[in-house]
């Protein structure tokens, strides 16, 4: 997770709209210079993938959707969703790959905290919050894993959660029914391995050595392909090149809080100014010039 600065609400009353925006202004100012972070624009995305319906209705579409392409995927055996399944896989067991943080574990209590504290991602209080295995399913995740697993296919869980937290993260996931094998090794994280980076392709080339992968399903493009952290431009190239993927092997889920796509607005440059940051998503929205 990543995410961007924030800045703390103005205390009182403004009656005038333009003293308002002025003080607005000021304070900002005064904050960065302080070296404190400025307004996190989540509140409405935060609000969005915890509290309404039509978040909901999303990913349990999203995983009806999943079940049917699952039983696409056993019925043909030259299926598969993984770049690295190399050859001769045909006749190997068939497994699903998921990513795990609002993919399968809804965060949202984290994030909450941030938009409502003036906060901003850090690994110092993002671990803490791991370590509380209080995070949420997502839902449709746990019926459509129910569903796989009582076909016989192998789900795997491949996240950038650090390796430190596999305890925890196992626990929260057992503790809300998901099932993470105890046969083998099914939650592999960044790091649990030398090579095994934040890019997700060699953890995915483990899981091919043994299985035919389905499906990929994550909220992130990098949970679908490496060597994410590109221009905007570059990654509407990499959407369109995979096109014959999406909603077929690849399942993506809406994640309007964090990820890849918002780093590549500012250049990845996490630790601009939020103000900066938040002219440059201006700069490349394109927007409507009313007429003079
Ligand atoms: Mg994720």
Redesign the pocket.
């Known amino acids: 997770?990543k995410s961007t600065n924030s800045r703390r609400p103005l205390g009182g009353l403004c009656l005038v709209l333009a003293g308002c925006l002025l003080a607005a202004s000021a304070q900002v100012q005064a904050q960065e210079m302080a070296g404190k972070p400025a307004a996190n624009d989540g509140t409405n995305a935060t609000y969005w993938m915890q509290n309404s319906v039509e978040y909901k209705a999303n990913t349990e579409a999203l995983y009806a959707l999943a079940k049917l392409r699952l039983n696409q995927a056993i019925a043909d055996q030259g299926w598969t969703a993984a770049m690295e399944q190399g050859s001769n896989y045909e006749k190997k067991p068939v497994a699903v790959i998921l990513?795990?943080?609002?993919?399968v574990l809804d965060n949202s209590l984290y994030q909450a905290w941030i938009v409502e504290n003036g906060q901003y991602y850090s690994s110092k209080t993002w671990a803490p919050f791991v370590h509380t295995e209080t995070s949420r399913a997502i839902p449709g995740s746990l019926d459509f894993i129910n569903y796989a697993t009582a076909r016989g296919v192998a789900v795997f869980y491949v996240?950038?959660r650090k390796a430190p937290e596999e305890a925890p993260t196992r626990g929260n996931l057992k503790k809300l029914g998901y099932p993470i094998g105890d046969e083998e090794d099914r939650v592999l994280l960044r790091g649990e391995k030398e090579e095994w980076g934040s890019d997700k392709g060699t953890r995915r080339a483990v899981v091919a050595e043994k299985y035919r992968i389905a499906l990929l399903i994550?909220?992130?493009l990098g949970?679908f392909l490496d060597d994410v952290d590109v221009s905007p431009a570059e990654r509407q190239k990499l959407f369109q090149d995979n096109a014959a993927h999406w909603g077929r092997d690849w399942i993506m889920?809406p994640?309007p809080s964090y990820?890849s796509w918002e780093g590549a607005s500012f250049g990845f440059n996490w630790g601009a100014p939020a103000e900066e940051k938040r002219q440059m998503k201006f700069d490349i929205m394109d927007d409507w010039k009313p007429a003079e």
């Open positions: 997770m990513d795990v943080d609002e993919t996240s950038n994550g909220d992130n949970d889920l994640n990820g």
